[in-house]
C-alpha cells in the first residue's frame, strides 16, 4: 500500500488506461479512523493512500474491486456504523463514496508519417486514443514516441486493415493518393468502422467519390468517408493546425458516442 500522494498515483493510472476506484470519506460521526475528504484508490491489485486501515478498509477495498469486476460505472455511497456493522471498537459512523473511474480509450488507426501526421499524433498523445501509426519507411518516424503510439513498419499497409480491432478509427494521410485510394476501398469494406477520415481537397474528394463509385461502393459507404478530413470552422494550412482541426471532428465522434460522459452530475 502506498502512501498519501493519491493523485500523482491517478495520473499514473489515467496515463496506463488502468481503470480504478477512488474511495472517499465523505462524513465522518463520532469516531472514525480518518477525517472527511480522506481519499483512497483501489485498482484490481493495489490500493493506494488509505482511509485508515481496519475492517472499514478492507470492506471497502471488496467493495472497489467488486465493482470494478462487474464493470460498474455507477457513483455509489454506503454508510458504515463501525461497531454493528463491522465490529470496530470505534463506534463512529463513516459515509464512503465509492466512484470508478474508467478511462476509455479508443483505437486509432493512423495511415502515414508525414508533417501532419506527426502534428497529429503529438495533438492526440493527451487524448484517450491508441495509435497504431502505420508507414512503409521506417526512416521517416520520429525517434520518440508518445505512449500509447505503436509504429507500425509494414509493406503492405492495407493488410493492416484487416487486422485492426472492431471499431477503431480510421486516417489515412499517406506519401501516395493511390494508396490513399486502396486504404479507402478496405476501410469502406469494414462496416465495423467507427470513423474514417481521408487528408486531401474538395478535388481530391469528388475524384475518390467517382472512383469508389466504379469500384461498386454505394453511395452510403462512401458517405461514411470524411474528406476534407476535420473541421471546416477550423481553418488553417499549418500541420499543426491541420491536426487541432482532425482532433476537434474526433473528440465530436466519440463524445457523440459517449453522451453519458458528457458534463456527468452524480
Known amino acids: 500500500m502506498s502512501g498519501d500522494n493519491w493523485i500523482h498515483e491517478l495520473a499514473r493510472l489515467d496515463e496506463l488506461g488502468e481503470p480504478c476506484v477512488m474511495v472517499t470519506m465523505l462524513d465522518e460521526q463520532g469516531s ?7 481519499k483512497m484508490l483501489v485498482t484490481r491489485d493495489e490500493v493506494f ?25 455507477q457513483l455509489k455511497t454506503e454508510r458504515f456504523p463501525l461497531s454493528a456493522r463491522l465490529g470496530q471498537c470505534c463506534g463512529g459512523i463513516a459515509t464512503l463514496c465509492f466512484e470508478p473511474i474508467v478511462q476509455h480509450h479508443y483505437h486509432l488507426a493512423l495511415f502515414g508519417a508525414g508533417h501532419v501526421a506527426k502534428a497529429v499524433v503529438n495533438t492526440l498523445s493527451s487524448l484517450p486514443f491508441e495509435i497504431s501509426w502505420i508507414d512503409q519507411r521506417e526512416s521517416i518516424f ?12 509494414s509493406d503492405d499497409p492495407v493488410a493492416e486493415v484487416r487486422a ?7 486516417l489515412v494521410m499517406t506519401h501516395s493518393h493511390q494508396l490513399d485510394l486502396m486504404l479507402a ?46 473541421l ?15 482532433a476537434a471532428q474526433l473528440i465530436a465522434n466519440y463524445q457523440a458516442d459517449q453522451p453519458h460522459q458528457i458534463n456527468k452530475q452524480e
Do not use: W
Open 32 to 38: 472514525v479512523p480518518r477525517t472527511a475528504g480522506t
Open 49 to 73: 493512500a488509505t482511509i485508515g486501515g481496519g475492517h472499514l478498509e478492507y470492506k471497502a477495498v471488496e467493495i472497489a474491486r467488486e465493482m470494478l469486476l462487474a464493470g460498474n460505472s
Open 142 to 153: 520520429p525517434a520518440q514516441l508518445p505512449s500509447r503510439v505503436t509504429k507500425i513498419i
Open 164 to 170: 485492426l480491432p472492431a471499431g477503431s478509427y480510421y
Open 185 to 230: 476501398q478496405a476501410i469502406l469494406r469494414r462496416p465495423d468502422a467507427a470513423y474514417f477520415g481521408l487528408i486531401g481537397s474538395a478535388t481530391k474528394c469528388k475524384r475518390f467519390c467517382y472512383q469508389l463509385s466504379q469500384r461498386g461502393f454505394s453511395q452510403h459507404d462512401i458517405n461514411r468517408m470524411i474528406c476534407p478530413v476535420g
Open 232 to 246: 471546416s470552422e477550423v481553418g488553417g494550412k499549418h500541420p499543426a493546425e491541420i491536426a487541432i482541426s482532425i
